[in-house]
């Protein structure tokens, strides 16, 4: 019998999808790319934005279309509100939450589906459905090269215009010991990127102090086992929270070759009453310290940013100290959004007073502000000598792309699929606004 998930949303949505395919596979299901050939089929919603929503509608009606004429299965799980979960309940066959994944093969098993797993009395995941469960299940790494470990789920911060608390629940931070595992097991089997994730990183450890390591701590035990390996690889984590974020970090970050000289710190808005009206809780003030702390400590970090435009209420005036931080602390790259009211989040109950034409104007001023900061930094790159993870062929013909370990974008003049997975070094010969583009020394592949 064969299975296929989608999977909308961020990189805990990518992570989490990966131990649902354990667990189908477990159950004696082969993947497969084609809808239409699965049996069981399934996505991983993600509510915190509107589009991603709309395309779990578009999904489930084709599905429900396809019963008329073959049997079929769905599911749904991943990021979903209490609000959306109450239609899928109608439209989709399952509907769980991610802490029952150890329990889905006997859901399954009551539409009398019988797989060679369901037959084996000592099914590894016939346990007790919570989070501890369902961190324990060894994921179906998508990637040779490429991971991303858990390290806590939920939030606490509750921002105005996210429903992520919502949807995920309260912050509850992994077991040390079991993430330290899954790191060593990572690097034992020579991957090159490794990416922390959580919804607020930074507060690991706070909803049992005394009993895990700190943010800080865990890094630490990382390094020392990456420094101890010999291996050329790159520590990653995203995403922290300013609120909590702690200078320790970054000296931790400077000590050891494989944690990334790379920070993800989202800002949000450059002005402090509307970061007061997001619940952010930390000033902009209290920001321009963090920087200011990284740009000491890891000079060589990139440093890279979430803004949102338009937000309710956002003035001509405020949209303008949002320019203004941007080129203050020179971001590499930000990911900016045009504000949606998404139902559940407190922001929802205002008016979206900002028109259409007004966000798109700010999207378009900002994403132009940036490309100037980014094209600054790119242009420094050139002539220089810099480590490249290969990730793929690129569209132009004859080039490779790849990732700094600042992850800036990387075209390689070389046309070599067996590259991909391993870590080069090129000589950067011209850039762009948001990429570089280099000529191959040589490989790092022995690391």
């Given at each position: 019998m064969k299975f296929h998930l989608e999977t909308l949303g961020c990189q805990m949505n990518l992570s989490d999808g990966e131990r649902v395919t354990a667990v189908f596979e477990e159950m004696g299901y082969q993947w497969t790319d084609k809808e239409e050939d699965a049996q069981v089929i399934g996505i991983l919603a993600c509510s915190v934005r509107q589009k991603a929503i709309d395309k779990v509608y578009s999904r489930i009606h084709k599905w429900n279309k396809w019963k008329n004429h073959k049997n079929l299965i769905t599911f749904i799980s991943g990021c979903i509100l209490p609000s959306d979960k109450e239609?899928?309940?109608?439209?989709?066959?399952?509907?769980?939450?991610?802490?029952?994944?150890?329990?889905?093969?006997?859901?399954?098993?009551?539409?009398?589906?019988?797989?060679?797993?369901?037959?084996?009395?000592?099914?590894?995941?016939?346990?007790?459905?919570?989070?501890s469960t369902f961190w324990h299940i060894e994921p179906n790494y998508k990637s040779a090269y490429e991971a991303f470990v858990p390290i806590q789920n939920g939030c606490d911060k509750f921002c105005t215009f996210c429903a992520v608390p919502y949807t995920r629940g309260r912050e509850v931070s992994r077991p040390s010991q079991e993430i330290l595992d899954e790191v060593k097991y990572l690097i034992d089997h020579n991957y090159k990127s490794i990416t922390i994730l959580g919804q607020n990183v930074n507060s690991y450890g706070l909803d049992k102090k005394g009993d895990e390591l700190s943010f800080a701590q865990l890094l630490e035990e990382i390094g020392k086992m990456g420094d101890a390996s010999g291996k050329k690889f790159w520590v990653y984590f995203t995403s922290p929270h300013p609120r909590d974020m702690q200078a320790d970090v970054f000296h931790v970050m400077a000590r050891y070759k494989c944690l990334a000289k790379q920070v993800h710190l989202p800002v949000q808005s450059g002005d402090d009453k509307v970061l007061i009206k997001m619940n952010r809780k930390h000033s902009v003030e209290e920001y321009r310290k963090l920087v200011n702390e990284i740009k000491k400590v890891i000079p060589q970090a990139t440093l890279f940013t979430d803004i949102i435009v338009g937000f309710t209420g956002e003035t001509d005036e405020q949209f303008e100290n949002t320019r203004a931080i941007l080129k203050e602390f020179q971001y590499n790259m930000a990911y900016i959004a045009m504000y949606s009211p998404r139902p559940g989040a407190v922001s929802s109950r205002w008016q979206d007073d900002i028109p259409l034409d007004i966000k798109k104007q700010r999207l378009h001023q900002l994403s132009e502000d940036l490309k100037q900061v980014s094209e600054t930094y790119n242009k420094s790159l050139e002539g220089k000598s810099v480590d490249v993870l290969i990730t793929g062929k690129h569209r132009r013909e004859g080039y490779m792309t790849g990732l700094t370990e600042g992850k800036i974008n990387v075209q390689i003049k070389e046309d070599d699929p067996g590259m991909i997975g391993s870590i080069v070094t090129v000589k950067v010969t011209s850039s762009r606004a948001f990429s570089i583009e280099g000529e191959l020394i040589n490989a790092l592949i022995a690391g």
């Open positions: 239609k899928f309940l109608n439209l989709f066959d399952i509907v769980f939450q991610m802490s029952e994944l150890p329990k889905l093969p006997e859901i399954i098993s009551q539409y009398g589906i019988v797989t060679p797993a369901s037959l084996n009395t000592n099914f590894a995941f016939k346990v007790n459905n919570n989070l």
